[in-house]
Nanobody, 121 residues
Framework: QVHLAESGGGLVQTGGSLRLSCTAS????????VGWFRQAPGWERQFVVS????????DYSDSALGRFTISKDNDKNTVFLQMNFLKPEDTAIYYC??????????????WGQGTRVTVSS
């Protein structure tokens, strides 16, 4: 069993930055990736970015490329999502997930409770 705990959401103005954290505990498979997804009201949950458990391989969605950066602190089993140049359309609940991925929601086995990000215009 894997437990994921997100933190770091909040309210920010357009152009601002936020850093989300996801701390994993439990028995994490070395084949797993840790990913960030987001879900806005009325929309399906969508893939944002992921990183392999070793912290070496990353995968970015088009919406994240150039503005978001994923990283991992291997000592603390924590994955960070640095979000810069935020836009109102980035407003959503952001979820941390663990699984083999790479993108489809059903391929991710474990999910955090989510953290809300609101970008004001």
């Amino acid at each position: 069993q894997v437990h994921l705990a997100e933190s770091g959401g909040g309210l920010v103005q357009t152009g601002g930055s936020l850093r989300l954290s996801c701390t994993a505990s439990g028995r994490m498979s070395s084949s797993y990736r840790v990913g960030w997804f987001r879900q806005a009201p009325g929309w399906e949950r969508q893939f944002v970015v992921s990183i392999d458990w070793n912290g070496r391989s990353t995968d970015y969605s088009d919406s994240a490329l150039g503005r978001f950066t994923i990283s991992k602190d291997n000592d603390k089993n924590t994955v960070f999502l640095q979000m810069n140049f935020l836009k109102p359309e980035d407003t959503a609940i952001y979820y941390c997930a663990a699984g083999v991925g790479p993108v489809v929601v059903s391929t991710w086995d474990y999910w955090g409770q989510g953290t809300r990000v609101t970008v004001s215009s």
